[in-house]
Structure formats: C-alpha cells, structure tokens
C-alpha cells in the first residue's frame, strides 16, 4: 500500500489549507464570533466543493474517496474551521441539495449518544439523525433549547429534549456506512487538531527566552514536544490507513482500522493540546492563546462517533474473535 499522496492529492491539501489560512488564520481565535455562522465563508466552501467531497457527481458531488475526504478534512482540523462540514458532508451522500450547497444539514448519531446534543443547529437546514434502525431527516423549526456555554466555545450547541419525527432516507446499513465516514472524518479533524497543537507550542518555545536562550532548547520541554511529535506521526498513519481500508475494504479490516484510527488521533488531539498548554506555561489556557481551543475541540471530537473506550473494546474483542 503506498501512502506517498499523489499530485491531485496533494492540489487538495495545499488548496483547502490555503482557503482556512486566509479565512479562519489560527492568530484570530480568540476574535471568531462564538455563535454566528458565516454564510460567505460557507458559500466558498461550497464553491471548493466540500460539503459534496464523497457524493455522486450525478447529485452535485465531487465524488472524490475517503482518503481524499482525510486529507481535506485533516487541514479543517488545523484551523478549527466552523460550521456543521462534517455532518453535511455525511448528509449529501444521502440529499443532492446538500451535495450542492443549496442546504446546511447538522446531525446527530443517536445510536450513542443520549441526552441528545447537536452542534450548529440553528443555521441547518436539516437534521440527520442515525438511529439503530435506519437515518431518518428532520427539516429545520426544530425545537430546542440553546446551550449558553458550550464546552467547546466555537461550536454553538443545542439539547434536544427528543428526536423530532422526520422522513426515512436509509435504513440500517446506511446508518452503519455513514457512521464508519463520520468516524474517519472526526479522526481527521482530530489529526488536524493534534498537528496545529505541535505547531504552536514548537513555535513558542523557539521565540520565548529564557535566561538568555529559547526555552525550546530546555531538555524537558524537548521531551514533551518530541512526544507530541511520534502522537501526531502514530494518528496520521492510522487515520490515512483507516481512509484506505474504507475506500477498498479488501485491503485491510475496516472497523478495527476505524477503531484505531479514532483511537490513536483522539489521543493525539487531546494530549498535544493539554502539552501545548503546558508549553505555553501559565497564559497557555487563557483566551488570548490557541491551545486551550484546540484542547476543548479535540476533547469534544473524542465522543463523536463512539468512545473511546468503546473503540479500544471493538478492537480488543476483534482481535480476541482472530484468535479464536
């Protein structure tokens, strides 16, 4: 299997990082509006075909693989790009008018999650939900009540206090195949995460001195940043692979893949974010400074699509199953 990225692949990943670094540059976190959704830059994102990456090219979409979706969904990662992409991009293999751009859809996975929280509810047009025997799609005059301090503070969210009635569109396979996509692309937000938390704190230990030199060249701060490093190398090989197997599942073992990779970018995620703050020292939490962002979005991702220890469970018992 090569993962060498291929040219196309390659105009991918440099247009999308392009695009969120003029757009959503990591430098203006602590200005981004904590609940509007910007509709100019969700139009762009609609021109570069984002919200259709996986969908037909008959219904609108790009029909580009799972890989191509990683790849695309890891640099959104690394800016915390805002607005339900994920949950569209999901909602357009199943709505054409998602696919191209005409509608918003957010989503739920109700299979694990209860009490119900669905992020950006308020601009969607829709809502899909998977639930354990189909994917059902609710139009939008939901009626919810808003959360007034999301954990993550870019990312609005809603409580439900029941899932609304809405028009069956899939039934159970299909709430298993778009719950496999969401996993790889939560992965990759994750990955992205991890890699812009490595960025920043790699960066403020070359400018910061101390006692005459940068602090990055102290032996401790060496060793977290070093660890970081093998984190983000470990998650994006996972997440890559994973992206492969769902794109040709003969290739490898689809759901432990998942599992693994979901498991490996969380971890990532999550703890180059809580070191990127350890980094920064004691203003690496406040609101002027990233880290602290990309810690409460990578610990927000890490229960999308499953747990983890509900992933570590799947894999174990996968594994237990071979050697039987």
């Known amino acids: 299997m090569d993962f060498h990225l291929d040219d196309d692949q390659q105009a991918l990943q440099e247009t999308v990082s392009q695009f969120c670094e003029s757009r959503w540059p990591i430098d203006g976190l602590a200005e981004r509006p904590r609940d509007a959704f910007d509709r100019s830059a969700w139009e762009e994102l609609v021109e570069l075909g ?3 990456l996986l969908a037909a090219e008959t219904s609108g979409g790009l029909a580009l693989g799972c890989v191509e979706a990683a790849i695309a969904f890891e640099q959104l990662g690394r800016h915390l790009v805002p607005g339900p992409l994920l949950w ?7 709505v054409p008018e998602v696919a191209r751009g005409e509608l918003v859809a957010t989503g739920i996975d109700a299979r694990t999650q209860a009490p119900y929280f669905v992020e950006h509810l308020r601009p969607a047009d829709l809502l899909l939900v998977l639930r354990e ?3 059902t799609v609710a139009e939008a005059g939901i009626d919810a009540r808003p959360i007034e301090e999301p ?3 870019l990312t609005p969210m809603d409580s439900l206090s029941r899932l609304p009635d809405g028009r069956v569109v899939g039934d159970r396979d299909e709430a298993e195949r778009l719950s496999r996509v969401g996993t790889l692309l939560a992965s990759s937000l994750q990955l992205g995460a991890a890699q812009t938390s490595l960025d920043v704190a790699v960066g403020y230990a070359l400018e910061r ?4 030199v940068p602090i990055g060249s102290f032996q401790a701060l060496k060793h977290i940043m070093a660890d970081m490093y093998v984190r983000v190398g470990l998650a994006r090989s996972a997440t890559y692979a994973a992206a492969a197997v769902l794109d ?4 490898g073992h689809l759901d432990r893949s998942l599992a693994g990779a979901k498991l490996l970018a969380g971890e990532a995620a999550v703890d180059n974010g809580k070191a990127a703050v350890q980094v920064l020292g004691g203003m690496g939490f406040t609101w002027e400074m990233a880290p602290h962002f990309f810690m409460k979005r990578a610990l927000a991702l890490d229960y999308a699509f499953g747990t983890p220890d509900g ?3 799947a894999i ?9």
Do not use: Y
């Open 133 to 135: 025997d189909g994917v």
């Open 311 to 313: 992933h570590a469970l």
């Open 151 to 153: 954990f993550d503070p």
């Open 50 to 52: 984002l919200p259709g």
């Open 248 to 251: 040709d599942p003969a290739v």
């Open 316 to 324: 174990s018992e996968s594994l237990a199953r071979e050697a039987s």
């Open 88 to 94: 569209s991009v999901l909602a357009s293999l199943l």
């Open 209 to 212: 001195e101390q006692f005459g």
